[in-house]
């Protein structure tokens, strides 16, 4: 398996400022995930991060607010753009080995927006 | 598109009970599910994945069943402990054995009481 870090693993910002989430992974891994989790929900996919070209979005989420960047195969960030309050939010980077295996998450990003 | 429906609420049982969890999905076949535990404040911990050929998996006292017919998966927690108190949720992979990408439902929360 594989040991994910993700940082910060907090913060409280400003309606309008952006923010990056950096995930850092202990071994080189394919696949590469960002999540967010509205409290007392489930994940919901933002979008994969691939290594050396743009971010593969999901229905609802647009580069322009997620902007990710994935420059080589153990690390990533996701920016939060432009935040308002319904940002407020966990927001989970994870990694797989395959297509058909598990996936490995970090502890989370617990952000607030005043 | 895809839906998946997990036990709306909380199931409380006595230590030392069987606890078992209900997945449900349609408008899907999906190549395989896995079951993830997610403790507060924690990101989800994989325990098991099943494929869509097999009937049944185990792993010490966890147990699950993928009945493809049914679309239903059912998970179960054997002689469960306080310690086995957490939220579980289900996933489907998003595309037939590709891209790795998944699914997860809203989860269920189990307590088990001393």
């Known amino acids: 398996s594989a040991v994910i870090s993700q940082k910060p693993s907090r913060d409280i910002c400003q309606r309008g400022t952006s923010l990056t989430i950096q995930c850092q992974v202990d071994s080189q891994v394919t696949m590469m995930f960002w999540y967010r989790q509205q409290p007392g929900q489930s994940l919901t996919l933002i979008a994969t991060?691939?290594?050396?070209?743009?971010?593969?979005?999901e229905s609802g989420f647009v580069i322009d607010k997620f902007p990710i960047s994935r420059p080589n195969l153990t690390f990533s960030t996701l920016t939060v753009s432009n935040m308002s309050p319904e940002d407020s939010s966990i927001y989970l980077c994870?990694?797989?080995?395959?297509?058909?295996?598990?996936?490995?998450f970090g502890d989370g990003t617990r952000l607030s927006i005043l | 598109s895809q839906k998946i429906e997990q036990n709306s609420e909380a199931l409380n049982i006595q230590e030392g009970k069987t606890a078992t969890l209900t997945c449900n999905y349609t408008n899907y076949s999906p190549a395989y599910l896995q079951w993830y535990r997610q403790d507060p404040g924690r990101g989800p911990v994989f325990l098991l994945l099943?494929?869509?050929?097999?009937k049944e998996k185990r792993k010490e006292r966890l147990k699950v069943t993928f009945d493809t017919t049914l679309k239903q998966s059912l998970f179960h927690i054997t002689a469960s402990q306080p310690a086995d108190s957490a939220t579980y949720l289900c996933?489907?992979?998003?595309?037939?054995?590709?891209?790795?990408?998944?699914?997860f439902g809203q989860g269920t929360e189990l307590s088990v009481k001393p």
């Open positions: 991060a691939n290594q050396g070209s743009e971010a593969t979005y």
């Open positions: 996933a489907l992979d998003a595309f037939y054995n590709q891209g790795g990408k998944l699914i």
């Open positions: 099943i494929r869509e050929n097999e």
């Open positions: 994870s990694v797989s080995l395959g297509s058909n295996q598990p996936q490995h």
